[in-house]
């Protein structure tokens, strides 16, 4: 059957309060499905899939994130568990350093990997079946690693983490999602809320030893088993509230009033295969604000990873203890998180061109007390406190500058590699830091995170062609 060109009502950019749009198809139940209120159905005349105005795009949107912020509560506990109890289940079932290390990496690999086709999956069918796809991937992993806990088996502990890391891809995924029905002048904050939320995960997560000895106690797992468990029935439970909740799709509504119909049936799978990717890149090389809001989040995942992973390993050199690791950490995590809405705010009200230079200098500030003082653990600990906060500024404003000039018919394949791309340079730059924290030092390693920042500090204070200077500002 023909594709059918949809008359376009209004640009989403452009939508703020009660808007009246173009029509929003669902072949799989996504208009059906949307809250009473939210949308008025008018029959096809051809009987076909139903065409729907949309009455209230913000009530949608307000559903939307409500739904998003319940799932990344839910699902972030599930994925929390990897890099904490994950590594010392890797410890335990391979005994050997060197599988260990690997296995270590295995959940963020997999985010890696996975970040991309779940990307390609929401960009054909919609968010709720690529969100729903990743948290019941990423449950399966978790169930495999009860198995690979209780029998200590080495090939379930590998596939296990790496089918976990879907989780990781989705949570991240969820902050774009949140972005796809966002009035402009809200954008940055609806996406920096979902990030925020998920600091809860990262906080609850790593304690599901504690509920796991309980449960495993009673049921004979070991507390390893236990715990993958809890984390599976989380992370399967974040995937059943997108399928009942995520209704209708937000990033559907975004397509029906896309201006060009034929690009978006390309970019949902309508076309050859390899379309959307072809689109993405092609977007890239023309889209200079795009190009720099990549650079930024790429920027901001390098140095925080490089830095924080080696964190650990040179305060434990230094004789610090686990305890003092632990928080070290943990502060770290807070940092990353909890200014997430503030920053947001900021992106929306100065621009994200404000917001990412003061991530810079947040980042230079933490990175500078790493090179001046890294034998004080004292100055460390408020170095990976910075160090988290300089992230959040420029990963919230990137984040939100990628949604906001990236159109909506490439922009979930996009939304997906460009997570993908982050999750592997997070990988290598990981990987990579071990040896070179051995072989030099912790100030070294510091400051060569500061030439990492050069790129993007060149892109802020050059000619505006290289950052796209209307959208930047």
């Known amino acids: 059957m023909p594709h059918r060109p949809r008359t376009r009502a209004a640009d989403p950019a452009a939508v703020d309060g009660d808007v009246v749009g173009d029509a929003a198809r669902s072949a799989q139940g996504d208009i059906a499905g949307a809250a009473p209120g939210d949308l008025a159905i008018t029959p096809g005349a051809d009987g076909g899939p139903q065409r729907a105005a949309i009455r209230d795009r913000a009530a949608i949107q307000r559903r939307t994130l409500h739904t998003l912020i319940l799932m990344q509560v839910i699902g972030t506990i599930g994925v929390g568990v990897a890099p904490s109890i994950g590594v010392l289940l890797a410890g335990e079932v391979t005994q050997n350093e060197a599988w260990a290390g690997l296995a270590r990496t295995a959940s963020t ?29 990423a449950a399966a992993g978790g169930a495999l690693l009860v198995v690979a806990a209780q029998a200590s088996l080495v090939v379930p502990l590998f596939v296990g983490l790496l089918l976990i890391g879907a989780g990781s891809a989705v949570s991240l995924q969820a902050r774009f999602a949140a972005t796809d029905l966002a009035a402009p002048a809200q954008r940055a904050r609806a996406l920096s809320m979902v990030v925020w939320v998920g600091m809860l995960g990262s906080v609850l997560g790593p304690n599901l030893g504690i509920p796991g000895q309980w449960i495993g106690d009673r049921i004979g797992l070991n507390v390893y088993a236990a715990s993958f468990l809890i984390a599976a029935v989380a992370l399967a439970a974040a995937g059943l509230v997108v399928v009942v909740r995520l209704r209708p799709d937000p990033l559907l509504l975004l397509e029906a009033d896309a201006p060009d119909p034929q690009a978006v049936a390309v970019a949902r799978g309508v076309g050859p295969r390899t379309g959307r990717t ?123 500058l990628f949604s906001t000039v990236v159109p909506p018919t490439v922009r979930a394949s996009a939304q997906g590699g460009v997570d993908a791309l982050a999750n592997l340079c997070g990988a290598t730059a990981a990987f990579l830091a071990g040896p070179l924290l051995v072989a030099t030092s912790f100030a070294t390693l510091s400051a060569l995170a500061i030439v990492v920042l050069i790129p993007l500090t060149v892109m802020l204070v050059g000619p505006a062609r290289l950052r796209g200077a209307a959208p930047v500002g």
């Open 278 to 400: 072809r689109l993405m890149l092609a977007e890239l090389r023309t889209n200079a604000p795009a190009r720099f809001a990549v650079v930024g989040l790429l920027t901001a995942q390098i140095v925080m990873v490089s830095v924080m992973t080696m964190t650990p390993v040179h305060l434990a050199g230094h004789g610090d203890s686990i305890a003092v690791i632990g928080l070290t950490i943990s502060l770290h995590v807070v940092g990353m998180f909890a200014l997430a809405p503030v920053v947001g705010l900021l992106a929306d009200r100065r621009g994200v061109r404000f917001t990412i230079v003061v991530g810079i200098l947040v980042l230079l500030v933490s990175l500078l007390i790493g090179i001046l003082r890294p034998d004080a653990t004292g100055w460390v600990i408020a170095s990976l406190i910075l160090l988290g906060l300089g992230w959040s500024f420029v990963n919230v404003s990137a984040s939100a």
């Open 109 to 137: 690999l997999g985010a890696a990997l996975l970040g991309l086709p779940l990307g390609n999956l929401a960009a054909r069918y919609g968010r709720r079946v690529a969100l729903a796809t990743g948290w019941w991937t």
